[in-house]
């Protein structure tokens, strides 16, 4: 593989600058988040790092710069959800529609088939057609709708919630 070539790798510290960039341009200008505010380097670092103690952090790199990155978290604190996680999957804004956010899903897919995770959960602020359908092209079904839950620039959002069991 030459330097340049894209990769699908873990994150790492190094990476929170241009993770910090993709993230916050949805947070100051999308309903794709809740958040409202931009995200600190410290505060993505930390978010990172506490991830990556239990669950896998990637990024896609192209060129020698992330382009994009796919996470999970716990779904809910309750212990009898611990094998059900929620599945995140960002991209630059200039990045969508060239199959990435498909092999990112897919290698994020991967690890967590080799731990003990038998469901992963996708949260979609809605409308948001292009998540829907990399969830569906994905194998996710959509498991309902909560309307009118959030509310940023002030308008009321859905949250759509699709599920993929895995084991």
Not at 68 to 81: D, E, H, L, P, Q
Not at 147 to 155: A, D, H, I, T
């Amino acid at each position: 593989m030459k330097n340049n070539d894209p990769m699908i790798r873990n994150a790492t510290l190094n990476d929170v600058p241009s993770i910090c960039g993709i993230y916050n341009h949805y947070v100051l200008n999308t309903i794709t988040t809740f958040e409202e505010t931009a995200v600190s380097m410290e505060e993505m670092q930390q978010r990172i790092q506490s991830t990556q103690e239990k669950w896998p952090w990637i990024v896609y790199e192209e060129q020698g710069q992330v382009i994009g990155y796919a996470y999970a978290t716990a779904w809910k604190m309750r212990s009898a959800y611990k094998q059900t996680l929620e599945s995140t999957v960002y991209l630059a804004p200039d990045a969508g529609g060239k199959g990435i956010g498909t092999k990112l899903y897919l290698e994020l897919l991967q690890r967590l088939k080799g731990l003990d995770i038998h469901a992963v959960i996708g949260g979609i602020s809605l409308p948001n057609a292009a998540s829907v359908a990399l969830h569906e092209k994905l194998g996710f079904e959509k498991a309902g709708q909560l309307k009118e839950v959030g509310n940023k620039f002030n308008q009321w959002i859905d949250v759509g919630y699709w599920e993929l069991l895995i084991k």
